[in-house]
């Protein structure tokens, strides 16, 4: 006998473990095919990305970078003004003499700096005007290379204006060859005259031929008529770098700055001496560019071994976290280190591959919920083979652990042990071990009269109380997995002649309510009768019972509220059409794992077992308050009258109070069944007025006037949810 218990046993684990096998090896199989994909969508885009669409989707690196520059916090040139001459109040032929006053004014007062980005016009043969001769003495000049005046001025430099393709100036060149010969900017010009940078090649650290702009620090702006006033206090320019043109703000404007800033040509000179000379120049050095075109290569990789093969919601959380990593990254060495790491393309190939590897997670989810739905179907119909092929093709949840062990109870009833033994072999090798408990007595009850097994279920402690029983965890030794147990002192509730037609009804009624398979309904294992105490063995959810968000301090949002009850609707609709009435929907028959956000109704199969609502110890099935009008009247039930006790519930869960209260059960009754509670929205702010459109549908006296069905009730609920609180 032992020999043949081990054979058995040896076939179910091998049979177990080769299942477990070949469900890893489809697994392996799938993800290496959606790298191949996402590997082969990385090669694509780097290709356009980089490639023959680079003038097209580098627009996504100067847009992140235009809104990041524009939060830059960068200093005015110190000691910096701009005198503007209006040409419009000029005279005609006398814009050459306000230079020549300006100028004169200006060395008097002792400026550090005159810099004229845009010199009056000279013809090529014309004669310089007079006060072109002082430009070499006294406080230096610097104009614009080419200009006729640079070749009596102090300094020259040229100021090419050079935009990207979509108008924007991101970048300024430091240095132009041109004959052999290195000439510097007109920015570069001026900073090397400051003494500190004399003697230098560059102001800045390395070998950068370019400054990358952000956004101009405005400078005080004064009008040459206020300048070349006699009362004017020239002190004030002591000391000053002063720009002088003909510019006017905006209007003049020569170029746009990847903070949406409008600049003249003085403005445009400012900021790109005050980034050389205070040192807040963002530059691009060759490891910086080195790194920027290795960033896209180094995140598809990554991209495309760890995205497949993951849940939708680690992808999802995955691509934000790359996408968040690769702005901050990009925004702190903006900031701190005044480099330019362009990473807008990056970002996008980190999306695509995201989004890619979502859909591939949504197909697989889906094919796992047809191929669940396709085994609860086979397992509804008796045909348990085909159910458990279809199970092993789904992942491995605590909802299907639940239907497993149901199958494997199904196979027993069908005296096919070694089937079901592979079955639980099978989800030993697929499930996670259940933590350790600790050994308890087998003893007949405790001090406190509680059990200590009823059939084959060894209970660990009391986890609730009701009415006509309690509620224990328990657990199955034999694949050491925990349950709820539902215990009812059956022989107590009912008499002698009552009994044995109460019996039948429990059982055929637990047999109906384990044959429901429904996310959001707590499964059914197992009925039976021991020690004169029936029970019914049921799914074990942590989580806490909706009665708890009926207190008006603990009440849940709205949307929320909305939400649990659509999802109980639904669930009351697949009962339904499984002719399967729950008759006692309330509160505390809704549990609710917040953490997981999974609800689960739960004592299907417990509120008939009697045709009168009454034990003999005068507990009536079912509780007054939530009941329909014709469950009062002990009139035949349909499912009409579950939604109308959702409709109950859900006024709880919003209002924090029943819709029909009274001080006795003959005054609740009349209420429930001639008065219409107060509207929600009164008792609430925050609730739509749809809502109770709603309930005055749910809570209906004729059942022919409420919701058809649980599925239009849920859509009603969920359109409501859209515009709650």
Not at 702 to 711: K, L, S, V, W
Request: hydrophobic fraction near 45%.
């Amino acid at each position: 006998m032992r020999a043949c218990c081990s054979a058995f046993g040896g076939r179910a684990a091998a049979a177990a473990s080769f299942w477990v096998r070949e469900l890893s090896l489809d697994k392996e199989r799938t993800i290496r095919r959606d790298r191949l994909v996402a590997a082969s969508l990385v090669g694509i885009l780097l290709v356009l990305l980089y490639g023959p669409g680079a003038a097209w989707f580098v627009q996504a690196d100067r847009v992140l970078y235009d809104q990041l520059a524009t939060r830059v916090a960068n200093a005015p040139l110190e000691n910096g003004m701009i005198v503007t001459i209006d040409p419009d109040r000029v005279a005609p032929g006398k814009l050459d003499a306000v230079y020549g006053a300006i100028i004169q004014k200006l060395k008097l007062a002792g400026v550090a700096r005159i810099v004229l980005p845009g010199p009056p016009p000279i013809e090529p043969g014309a004669e310089l005007p007079g006060w072109a001769a002082t430009l070499a003495t006294g406080s230096p000049v610097f104009v614009p290379r080419g200009h006729r005046l640079d070749r009596v001025a102090s300094w020259s430099g040229f100021l090419n204006v050079e935009p990207d393709d979509d108008g924007v100036l991101r970048r300024a060149s430091l240095w132009q060859f041109e004959g052999g010969v290195m000439f510097p900017s007109l920015p570069l010009a001026i900073a090397l005259q400051n003494p500190r940078y004399a003697g230098t090649k560059e102001p800045i650290p390395g070998t950068d031929a370019a400054v990358c702009l952000t956004n101009y620090a405005e400078l005080p702006r004064i009008s040459a008529i206020a300048l070349l006033e006699p009362d004017f206090d020239t002190a004030s320019l002591a000391g000053r770098t002063v720009f002088v043109d003909t510019d006017a703000p905006l209007v003049a404007a020569v170029a746009t700055l990847p903070s949406g800033q409008y600049v003249t040509r003085s403005e445009l000179t400012a900021a790109l001496l005050a980034g050389i000379e205070q040192q807040q120049a963002v530059t691009a050095p060759l490891p910086v560019i080195v790194l920027q075109w290795l960033a896209p290569v180094l995140l598809g990789i990554g991209a495309v071994l760890w995205m497949p093969g993951r849940r939708r919601r680690d992808v999802v959380l995955a691509t934000l976290a790359a996408i968040l990593v690769l702005v901050v990254l990009e925004a702190l060495l903006l900031a701190f280190g005044r480099l330019r790491l362009d990473l807008g393309r990056p970002v996008l190939i980190v999306a695509s591959v995201g989004i890619l590897c979502w859909w591939f997670a949504t197909s697989g989810k889906k094919a796992a919920v047809n191929a669940f739905k396709r085994g609860t179907d086979f397992l509804a119909a008796g045909r348990l083979e085909p159910a458990f092929a279809e199970f092993r093709r789904c992942e491995p949840t605590e909802t299907l652990a639940a239907v497993m062990y149901k199958l494997s109870l199904a196979f027993e009833e069908q005296a096919k042990p070694e089937r079901a033994e592979a079955v639980l072999q099978w989800m030993k090798r697929t499930q996670e071990p259940p933590p350790p408990r600790e050994k308890r007595s087998l003893s007949l009850s405790d001090s406190n009269g509680m059990p200590q097994r009823l059939g084959r279920y060894v209970i660990e402690r009391r986890i609730g109380r009701g009415a006509m029983g309690a509620v224990y965890l328990a657990r199955d030794p034999r694949i050491n997995r925990p349950v709820a147990l539902k215990v009812i002192p059956i022989e107590k509730e009912f008499e002698d002649e009552e009994l044995e037609e109460a019996r039948l009804r429990f059982f055929r009624e637990a047999e109906s309510a384990g044959r429901l398979t429904h996310p959001n309904i707590i499964t059914v294992y197992d009925a039976g009768e021991d020690k004169h105490l029936a029970y019914i063995a049921m799914e074990y959810l942590t989580g806490q019972q909706l009665t708890h968000f009926t207190d008006p301090k603990r009440l849940l949002a709205p949307k929320k509220a909305l939400e649990l009850c659509a999802r109980t609707a639904e669930a009351l609709d697949y009962a339904h059409n499984q002719q399967v009435i729950h008759r006692d929907i309330k509160p505390a028959n809704l549990m609710w794992d917040n953490r997981a956000d999974i609800l689960k109704i739960t004592d299907f199969g417990v509120a008939r077992l009697t045709d009168n609502n009454r034990t003999k110890t005068g507990i009536v099935l079912g509780t007054p308050m939530y009941m329909s009008p014709e469950q009062l009247a002990a009139e035949p039930l349909t499912g009409h009258s579950d939604l109308f006790s959702l409709g109950v519930t859900l006024y709880e869960l919003l209002a924090g109070e029943v819709p029909f209260k009274a001080t006795n059960i003959a005054v609740l009754m009349t209420k429930i069944t001639s008065e219409d509670p107060v509207p929600v929205s009164r008792r609430r702010p925050g609730i739509p007025p749809s809502v109770d459109a709603v309930l005055s549908k749910a809570l209906a006296k004729r059942p022919e006037d409420r919701f058809a069905n649980g599925g239009e009730m849920a859509i009603a609920l969920r359109n409501c949810a859209r515009y709650a609180a």
